[in-house]
């Protein structure tokens, strides 16, 4: 009889787990904890990921300029002018008066503003 007795091992309550690459599922090498197997497969996860969280964006409305949908009124003739800037006749720029348009009942050109007070 010897003189000590042989303790059987302990089996790791981990045995039945292996740790595998989170990219490639390779089993990772002994060491210390890790994710994955190698720097490319960190890089090409984090490449994956990186691209499939940014969602495409969103679309734009058509464009309009802030000119389209201003009155303007010419400094020389004082004539008013819906979406232009320049006087054709006198060929100077004209002064924005407000936000606006044709009038849809005398097709006169009118501000907002003026046409709320009409009411």
């Avoid at 020389?76 to 100077?92: H, I, K, S, T, V």
Wanted: glycine share 10%; charged share 20%; with cysteine.
């Amino acid at each position: 009889m010897p003189d000590t007795l042989a303790v059987p091992p302990v089996p790791s309550r981990y045995a039945s787990v292996t740790a595998t690459c989170r990219h490639c599922g390779t089993a990772l090498p002994a060491g210390p904890p890790r994710q994955y197997c190698s720097p490319p497969c960190r890089q090409a996860a984090y490449r994956r990921r990186a691209s499939a969280a940014r969602p495409a964006p969103p679309q734009l409305p058509p464009g309009r300029s802030r000119a389209s949908t201003g009155v303007y009124q010419c400094t020389g003739c004082g004539q008013r002018l819906a979406g232009e800037r320049r006087c054709p006749d006198c060929n100077l720029f004209a002064q924005r008066i407000g936000d606006g348009g044709h009038c849809p009942g005398c097709e006169e050109i009118l501000t907002i503003t003026e046409l709320m007070n009409i009411s």
